[in-house]
């Protein structure tokens, strides 16, 4: 299917199939599986150490689409807290995508398979133009929406273990 649209846009037309090769990385995987930059920008607000250093750690990787810093630094595999953004991001990233394009507000998608390691927005832009762009900006703030209040309940615990930690190491170090 994705080739039919790359041989339509080399005619100068627009594609027909609106779910093909390039959907994927350009819609559902923003930021890598669980379209997770998101919840990497959240880290950058943190207030615990762990999670701040983690999404300093994360975001340039995200960027590119790789993201296996915050799948298994945070962890998220076979974390149940964060299953339901990580399912409901990508689901509501693709189901809008489609919305959008069957109304015409976004373009097909030309079928171009852009490589990875080219930059979110930057392969939206190349394969639908402006808009394709400016719908992964949008899609990267509700990936953030969504993911936050888990990530506050998730951040609010590790900063209590830090404190606790602090303090028995200060307790540990005022006896000896």
């Known amino acids: ?29 923003i930021g890598g599986a669980g379209a997770t930059l998101g919840l990497i920008i959240a880290m950058l607000f943190a207030k615990s150490t762990r999670y701040k250093t983690l999404g300093k750690l994360a975001i340039i990787p995200s960027l590119i689409g790789v993201n296996e810093p915050v799948i298994f630094g945070m962890p998220l595999v076979l974390n149940v807290r964060f299953m339901i953004p990580f399912i409901l991001t990508p689901l509501v990233s693709s189901g809008l995508a489609i919305l959008l394009t069957t109304l015409g507000i976004l373009p097909v998608l030309h079928g171009i398979q852009v490589p990875l390691g080219i930059p979110v927005l930057v392969n939206g832009w190349m394969n639908g133009g ?47």
């Open 130 to 176: 402006w808009r394709v762009s400016a719908f992964q900006l949008v899609m990267i703030g509700a990936s953030f929406m969504i993911y936050y209040p888990f990530f506050k309940k998730a951040d609010a615990e590790a900063l209590e273990q830090e404190q606790q930690a602090e303090a028995k190491a200060a307790a540990t170090a005022a006896a000896n």
């Open 1 to 29: 299917m994705g080739l039919e649209n790359l041989d339509a846009y080399q005619r100068g037309v627009e594609g027909t199939h609106i779910i093909g090769s390039p959907f994927f990385p350009v819609y559902v995987l």
